[in-house]
C-alpha cells in the first residue's frame, strides 16, 4: 500500500470518528441533556412564613414546621430535577424562555407534608408535564 493511501484512510478514518462523536454530543447535548427549569422560591418561602406567623404555634412548634417544610422543600426540588433531567434555578435567575415548576413544588411540598404517598413515590413526579410555553405548571 502506498504512502498517500495509508495517509488518505488516517485521514478518512479520523474524520469518521470526528463526525461520530460531534453527533453523539450533539444528540446528547439537544435531546438527552439537562434542561433548565425555574422556581419561585421567594414566593414559597413567603407563604411557608405567612402560615407559620398565623398559625401561632410555640417558637418550637413553628421551628418544627419550619423544618419540615425546608426538608420537603429539598426533597420536592431534587425528585424533580433527578426525573426531569432538569436544572432548577430561582426565578430571578431566569430572563425568559424556561418553563415556571413554582405550582409543581408547592404541590409536591404540600404533599410530602401532608403525608401524601404520590409525594413519597418518585415515579409519579416524572409523570407530571411542565408547560414548555413558560406558564406555570399545575400537577
Not at 49 to 63: L, T
Amino acid at each position: 500500500m502506498s504512502e498517500s493511501r495509508v495517509v488518505l484512510s488516517a485521514v478518512l478514518l479520523a474524520a469518521g470518528v470526528a463526525a461520530a462523536v460531534a453527533a453523539g454530543v450533539t444528540r446528547m447535548a439537544t435531546e438527552n441533556g439537562p434542561h433548565i427549569a425555574s422556581v419561585r422560591i421567594a414566593e414559597l418561602a413567603a407563604e411557608h412564613a405567612e402560615r407559620a406567623a398565623q398559625g401561632g404555634g410555640s417558637a418550637d412548634e413553628i421551628r418544627a414546621s419550619t423544618r419540615a417544610w425546608a426538608a420537603a422543600l429539598e426533597r420536592a426540588l431534587g425528585e424533580i430535577a433527578e426525573r426531569r433531567r432538569m436544572v432548577l434555578l430561582p426565578s430571578r435567575a431566569v430572563a425568559a424562555g424556561a418553563p415556571d415548576l413554582t405550582g409543581l413544588v408547592r404541590s409536591m411540598v404540600e404533599d410530602t407534608i401532608a403525608g401524601n404517598p404520590r409525594a413519597a413515590d418518585p415515579r409519579a413526579a416524572g409523570r407530571l408535564k411542565y408547560a414548555p410555553s413558560g406558564r406555570e405548571d399545575r400537577p
